[in-house]
Each structure stands twice: as structure tokens, then as C-alpha cells.
């Protein structure tokens, strides 16, 4: 980066001419693929000065790209503060509960910025320290008045209420257990908030030194045995953030600084809170629905090395026992990984198709196949066009896809073209790229379910849908050649995780956007007033999964739509009409004689604006864009089904009896 550049822009701001400044550091920041911190903050400062909050909040979620330094982050996270996320239109809201039993006044603000850069204006409500339990048992705290979407417990290790050595180390496990998940279950009776639980990073010091790693009853055991019970039992109704996890990634001396809690009871060193605040902000994000989908890949140097065009198969190196090969070797292990927990993979890559797609196909070295990349471009147009044609591909946004690419000018070329995209900087030594690829944290899951394993399949099945759509005669041939069968059934235990997924995470088809947890799923599940199904779906080409829900309460005469949400992947399937027939017939059994529905417009529904007028619904109000539609049952009779076979739902596993709450 360019002093001169820099210091002109500095001189410049001395001199009042903001705007001058802007343009110098606009120009330096030209000269690097990640900025650094100081010059984030100062192009925040100026466009904050400029009154342009949404560039400032921009360029101060940043500074969370370019380091863990405590004081750039401490410093970014005071300015974005005080904009306030109003600035920033088009960001997920969220509240959340911040719980310690330590210090946490430093994280607060510093994870209210990394939520930032995931898309999340998060408001946090900081408890008093230490005061946890009482926030967490007393039903009129300030913890539930505030109204959380989450609960964070910000917990450590000298919380837990183990002996240095005990003689019954199982049953000292399970009674510590018992009084963290007691905690879980007072937030489920109190309030509809998703727990979000800080595990416990176990400190280095020992009395009883490494006999400490062979004792059962160690307390140094004991508190391993706890973080994995409480994993065991957060299952998918609690998120747990492995802070064990994160303290040996950094090292223990760095994670732990006993002169931060002599002097305030900060049970985090400084140095670390960055990262901590970072993890949190991915597992919300997650939570939310936030996550990527799609992992777009180059090829030459990224998937192997060399350019397969000019190298040839054999001349490429993957694999083959070099320590370059071998390093390609192992991102592609890496990357099927990824795609195995449900990430979609796609390729973009500046060739011809037929070279491209050669060492798929032929060489032995090669840890990902053809069928496991359900798009796939090969062309030479832009980097930037070629992942727009893969989205449209697979009917996902811009906003759903990372890009990988070794070659910083193609990088720089996709954040500018296409801001939505995430672009990860790839290290220029390929032996660092799982690495890079594992700490981005844009794939952080929030459950895995069986739709999860089956995701590549689905999406292969959908490119090949394309095609055959394009080949019918009419819409309705092509629907009657799919085969499709539809099984609809109430909620289980078995199917709430994927049911929550969708509900945190569809934006095309979702008519209301209403984020409900597993918390008010259970209670739902247990209200005679309310109507609560699921659609699996299957055709000739795949068996698509859990697809569609719908969740509708009983107003007197009227069943009336809460939420209606549908995965993109089966948009225009003539699933709507299944799912508003089994609605009809619902409501006639509770003797209802009308169906309301509720459209709340946002920046990627528009799609389905008149989904209701198609199906006879007439419109009954309209309040700040948000329109109401209702359905005479009476007059219109049943909503004919789609062209779809109904199926009896299976059987559902024999433990997957859905919970009941308190």
C-alpha cells in the first residue's frame, strides 16, 4: 500500500477536505485485497463525516476482516454504535441477551460488529455481571422483558462446579450437566428465545500436571466429559459455541491472561475476544439463516496446480506424493467435506468446457467428481457473469455464494462487480487453503439434517430439470413427466430441526418471514388451535427432502396463515396448490369455513406478491405494504391439488415423539 497515497489522504482530512481524503484512500485501499484496520477506520470516519452511514458501517465491518487487533476492533464497533444499524438498510434484525459470568462489557459491542459483517443488526441487552442465573430463573427479569431472539451464555470455566479430583466422576458429570440444561429449559418455559451457550476452554494449569490427562476423576477430565455431554444434549434445540475449540486454535496462553481477571474479571484475554466475537456472530448468523449455500471454485492453481489447458492432465500436480500436489489433494478433501455437510459446490473457471472438465473425469488425484458439482461454467466470459449464470442455475441469491479463486485480480474483480458474493482470499501457498477455507466461518451450519446429505443430489436434479423443461412441449407435460409424489404430514420430532432450517433460512417463497425457533415450534406442535404440516417431495430424478411448510392457527371460523415457506429448489412445481389443498381439507375438519393469508413484502419476495389473488383469494386489508387475503371456503369450495401423486407419510422413527414443553 502506497505511503505517499496515504498520507496525502491524511493531509487532506487535516485540511477539511473530506472528500479529497476519501478519494486518496479509496486509492490506496486499490492497491491491497484486504485493507488494513487503520485504513478502514479511517475511511468510516470520513464517511461518517460525509453523513453517508451506510458506507461508514461498511467500512467499519471491515476492520473485522483485517486482523484481530483488539483496539481497531474496539474502536470500529464505538463508531458503528453510535451510527446505529438504521443506517445500513436490508440487515436481518435480531436482539439478543448477553449473559456472563465474567466481564463482558468489552464483548458486547465487539459482537454487535461481527454481526454486522454478517448481515445482522443486532441490539444486545448486557445483564449485570455475574447475574446469569437469576436473569435466566426469574420470569420477570430484565432478560424476558427485553424480548430476546437469543440468549447468549457467555460462561467459564471457573463456573463449573467440578472437584479437582472426584471419586464419582460420571455422576459428576451428569449433576453439572443437569444444572446447564436446567438453565436451557427456564429460557424455553419463559420466553421463545434460541440459546446460544459459550462451552467451557479448559485452562492449562493443573495441580495435577499430565497425570491429569489419565485421572477420571480429574478435573481436567471432567470438564472435557462436560463440554461433550453438553453437546450431547444441545443436539439441535441449543447452539453451543466450542470455546475449548477456539482457545487451543490461538493457544491457551493467549486465550487465557489471569492479569485480565485479577484486575476486572475478564475470563478472556483482550487479544482473544475478537475471535470469540467472531465465532458468535457466525453461529447467529447461522441461526438466522445467514449462511452460504454455495461454493463457487476455480480451477487452474486452485483445485490443482498448473493450467490444465497448457499443462495438459498429465502435467497438472494433484496428489502424486509432491508436497504441492498433495496440498491440492487435501483442499479438495476439505472441500468434499463441505460438501458431504450440504454445501453446494459449482464451478467458474475461464476455459474450454472440454479441458475443464477433463481431470474430472480422468485423473486419478482428483477428490471431487463431476456428479458432485451440480453447475458448472467453463467459458471465457467474466468470473463475475459466470457466477450470476450458476445462480440462476440453482435458483439461489447472490448473497448464498462464496467464491474461491487463486488469482487476486479475478477476487478483486467479483467484490467490485458483485458486492453480494463473499470472496475469500485465498493464501498464495496452496498448502494454507483448507486452512483459509475453515477459519472464513461464512459456512457455519445451524443443524445437519438428512436434506443436508442429500443437497448435491438435489441441486443435480434441478439442472437436470432445466433441461427437460426446456425440452417440453407444455408446462403441464413437463409436470406429469416428473413423476412427483407428495407425502404431507403433521411436525414430528424427527423433522422439527429441518423444519426450523427453512423457517430461518427461506427468503424467495416465505409470505410472512416470521423466524420461529424450536422453542415455538414445540409449543405450536402442542396447540389444538393450531394446523401444522410439512411436504416431502420426490420426482423421477431425486427425493428432494422436507420442501415446504405451513404453519396456520384457528380464529374462530377463519384458519388463519402464520407461516408459509417453501425451498427455492421446488418453486413453480405446483407444490403451492398441495399445499393450499391439504390446507382446505385441514380446515374443513375444524370446521372453518375461510382461509386468511398474510403477505409481508421484504427485498426477496417479491416473487410471490400475488400468490394468493392466483389461488382465489380476495384481498381483505392492506397496513404499511403488508396485504391480508381471504378465501371463502363456502362459496369457492377446495383448492384443486397439484399434479402430484399423494403419498401416506412414512412411518416416523420410534424416538422422534415430538417434545412437548413445560
Known sequence: MSEPILAAGDRLRREGDVRGAVDAYLAAAEEVEVPPAALCLRLARCHRTLGDGAAALRWAAAVTDAGDDFAAWHAAAALAQGLGTGAAPGLRPARLALLGSYTVAQLGPLLRLAALRRGVALEVHEAAYGQYRQEVLDPGSGTYAFGPDFVLLAVHEGEVALPEHGDDPAGDVERELRRWTGLWDAVARHSAARVVQHNFAIPPETPLGHLAARLPGSRYRTTQALNHRLGEEAADRVSLVDCDRLAAYVGKQRWFDPRYWHQSKQAVSLEALPLLARHTAAVLAADLGLARKCLVLDLDNTLWGGVIGEDGLAGIRLGGGDAEGEAFAAFQEYVARLRDRGVILAVCSKNNEADAREPFESHPGM????????????????????????????????????????????????????????????????????????????????????????????????????????????????????????????????????????????????????????????????????????????????????????????????????????????????????????????????????????????????????????????????????????????????????????????????????????
Open 367 to 662: 477428490r471431487i467428481r463431476l456428479d458432485d458439482v451440480p453447475a458448472f461454467v467453463a467459458s471465457w466470459e467474466s468470473k463475475a457473469e459466470g457466477i450470476r449464470t450458476i445462480a440462476r442455475t440453482l435458483n439461489i441469491g447472490l448473497d448464498a455464494v462464496a467464491f474461491v479463486d487463486d488469482n487476486p485480480a479475478e477476487r478483486q474483480a467479483v467484490r467490485r462487480l458483485l458486492p453480494q458474493v463473499d470472496v475469500v482470499p485465498l493464501p498464495a501457498d496452496p498448502a494454507l487453503y483448507a486452512r483459509c477455507l475453515s477459519e472464513y466461518g461464512g459456512f457455519e451450519p445451524a443443524s445437519f439434517t438428512a436434506e443436508d446429505r442429500r443437497r448435491a443430489e438435489q441441486y443435480r436434479a434441478r439442472a437436470e430439470l432445466v433441461k427437460l423443461e426446456a425440452a417440453a412441449e407444455s408446462l403441464e407435460d413437463f409436470h406429469r413427466s416428473l413423476r412427483m409424489e407428495a407425502t404431507l404430514s403433521p411436525f414430528t420430532g424427527f423433522d422439527l430441526p429441518r423444519v426450523a432450517q427453512l423457517l430461518g433460512k427461506s427468503n424467495q417463497f416465505n409470505l410472512t418471514t416470521r423466524r420461529h425457533g424450536m422453542a415455538a415450534l414445540q409449543r405450536f406442535a402442542a396447540d389444538p388451535e393450531c394446523v401444522h404440516f410439512s411436504l416431502r417431495l420426490r420426482d423421477c430424478f431425486a427425493d428432494h427432502g422436507l420442501v415446504s411448510v405451513m404453519i396456520a392457527f384457528r380464529r374462530g371460523e377463519v384458519l388463519d396463515i402464520d407461516s408459509w415457506l417453501m425451498s427455492c429448489r421446488v418453486i413453480g412445481r405446483t407444490v403451492e396448490a398441495q399445499m393450499l389443498h391439504h390446507l382446505c381439507r385441514r380446515a374443513a375438519e375444524l370446521g372453518c369455513t375461510a382461509l386468511r393469508g398474510t403477505y409481508v413484502p421484504t427485498a426477496k419476495n417479491a416473487m410471490i406478491a400475488g400468490l394468493f389473488a392466483r389461488f382465489g383469494f380476495e384481498p381483505e386489508g392492506e397496513a404499511d405494504g403488508t396485504t391480508t387475503w381471504l378465501y371463502d371456503l363456502r362459496s369457492r369450495g377446495e383448492i384443486p391439488g397439484g399434479l402430484m401423486r399423494a403419498a401416506a407419510p412414512d412411518a416416523a422413527p420410534a424416538e422422534a415423539a415430538l417434545p412437548v414443553p413445560a
